[in-house]
């Protein structure tokens, strides 16, 4: 419905979550579970989706429909066209299948305490998304004795580029990568939890970036640049000058739409306070992958990479037992969600196995 919907083509988000949830996708999903045979859901799910991330109501929906629960959703507050128009899609598709439908409920309130522990209350299972003060918040609230959390928390992400990857591009592969780059990074404005902040080039010459920022620059020309977005990176921009030390110089090209911030070295505490939004990125060079390491914590969820192998970056983790970095995709991938996101199985925790001896 949604994919043949000609006013959702504007979106890429809902074109996504349409084609996750197409019927090849779902049966390739259930093919891969070895025990779905014994599995049921844990009863009733209680959903509290993130204020600026249109889409990912519906994405913690289908998740736990699909592990067998009955669903209770908070969607965002803000008015999101996408959130319409997967809602409009969802209540015309219910009445087929009264059973999920008399277990399905999804609205919006204003943050309420009291309405947010009624329904924690009565939850089975709680998906909590946003900032920590959002997780805290909701996990302040009583539940049952057995019920489990997933908490989707404040993370942050990370891109490695190969600069002599880069230069050795046709000029097909250079437009791509900086397609999937604008994918990862401006369709959101940066406010994703997988939305790179920090590029971080290993073999990088000045002609390599330049190279690649120039084709970024050029593709984002497309994007909606918003006059509080060009506050917001002017005053980054003013702040980092004053209280980050690394940053060495801050580089503009395409009017407003890209600000780089060039570190000389990366600061412990990077993944805390320096984010950008709207097109607004930090670089480094990295001389080792292991020069990730001392850098990364608990708050780190997804590195994109171009050049580079998948296999020695997920080594680089495996073997340093680093507590962050949960994803590595390639660009463009950072927004392809899946029921194995921020470390979690997230249809095996949302279910129980029946257990047979």
């Known amino acids: 419905m949604l994919l043949h919907d000609p ?18 996708n779902l049966q390739r ?10 599995r049921l859901g ?11 991330v249109p889409v990912n109501f519906a994405f913690s929906f289908a998740f736990s429909l699909l592990a067998g629960n009955g669903n209770i959703v908070r969607a965002p507050s803000k008015p999101f066209p996408q959130v ?22 999804f609205m919006r309130y204003p943050v309420n305490q009291e309405i947010t522990k009624a329904f ?12 920590d003060e959002t997780v805290q918040a909701v996990r302040g609230c009583p539940v049952k004795p057995k019920c489990v959390d997933i908490v989707f928390a404040d993370r942050y992400s990370l891109c490695v580029l190969d600069g002599n990857s880069i230069l050795q591009a046709d000029e097909k592969t250079l437009q791509k990568l900086a397609e999937g780059f604008y994918n990862d990074t401006y369709l959101m404005d940066q406010n994703a939890c ?8 290993t073999t990088g010459t000045e002609t390599a970036r330049e190279r690649f920022w120039e084709a970024v620059a050029e593709y984002a020309a497309r994007y909606d640049l918003q006059g509080m977005t060009v506050v917001d990176k002017f005053t980054q921009m003013c702040q980092d000058a004053v209280d980050c030390p690394e940053v060495q110089k801050v580089l503009r090209q395409g009017g407003n739409l890209l600000y780089r911030a ?25 001389n080792t992958l292991e020069g990730l390491c001392p850098i990364v914590n608990e708050k780190y969820q997804t590195l994109t990479y171009f050049g580079v192998e998948a296999e020695k970056l997920q080594e680089m983790v495996m073997k340093n037992c680093l507590r ?32 047979t001896a």
């Open 7 to 24: 006013v959702c083509r504007a979106y890429p988000d809902v074109m996504s979550f349409a084609f996750w949830c197409r019927k090849g």
């Open 29 to 38: 999903l259930q093919g891969d579970c070895t025990d779905k045979g014994s």
């Open 42 to 52: 844990r009863g009733l799910a209680f959903h509290v989706a993130p204020s600026n």
């Open 84 to 105: 319409e128009r997967i809602c409009n899609a969802i209540k015309e598709i219910l009445p087929h299948h009264p059973e999920v439908e008399k277990r399905t409920a």
């Open 120 to 131: 924690c209350a009565e939850a089975d299972a709680r998906l909590i998304w946003g900032g």
């Open 194 to 201: 997988s939305s790179p902040h920090l590029v971080l080039w």
């Open 262 to 286: 060039e570190l000389s070295s990366l600061p412990e505490n990077i993944g805390a306070g320096l984010r950008g939004r709207g097109g607004y990125f930090y670089e480094a060079d990295l």
């Open 324 to 355: 962050g970095i949960d994803r590595i995709v390639p660009v463009g991938k950072a927004m392809d969600i899946g029921i194995v996101w921020d470390g979690y199985d997230i249809i095996g925790i949302l279910s129980r196995i029946i257990q």
